[in-house]
Nanobody, 125 residues
Framework: QLQLVESGGGLVQPGGSLRLSCAAS????????IGWFHQAPGKERVGISC????????NYVDSVKGRFTISRDNAKNTVYLQMNSLKPEDTAVYYC??????????????????WGQGTQVTVSS
């Protein structure tokens, strides 16, 4: 069964760093574009970053530019989100999602086909 599993979330102080992983099982990620999304309490799930299947294109929403870095290792069937200079407003459940068609041209939820279950990130003193 096709599955995406996020890991690496936890509690971190403001200004700290965290590295999230998105591991695929049941399929290989090399034919998929990957997006990272987050959902804060009471808010909608929104896209924050994506990476194309070959890793040649990346995009970031303005709120995370310069702080977050998306990368992928297709040999490990894993995509990463390095999160630096974390802020309390980054607190959310973080999801990865795979797309067969976006080529990292959109972060709209409807364009992503497969979703993980999410990992909690809490930024607090």
């Amino acid at each position: 069964q096709l599955q995406l599993v996020e890991s690496g979330g936890g509690l971190v102080q403001p200004g700290g760093s965290l590295r999230l992983s998105c591991a695929a099982s049941g399929f290989t990620l090399d034919a998929y574009d990957i997006g990272w999304f987050h959902q804060a309490p009471g808010k909608e799930r929104v896209g924050i970053s994506c990476i194309s299947r070959g890793g040649t294109k990346t995009n970031y929403v303005d709120s995370v530019k310069g702080r977050f870095t998306i990368s992928r290792d297709n040999a490990k069937n894993t995509v990463y989100l390095q999160m630096n200079s974390l802020k309390p407003e980054d607190t959310a459940v973080y999801y990865c999602a795979a797309s067969t068609s976006t080529l990292c041209n959109t972060l709209a939820r409807y364009a992503y086909n497969y979703w993980g279950q999410g990992t909690q990130v809490t930024v607090s003193s």
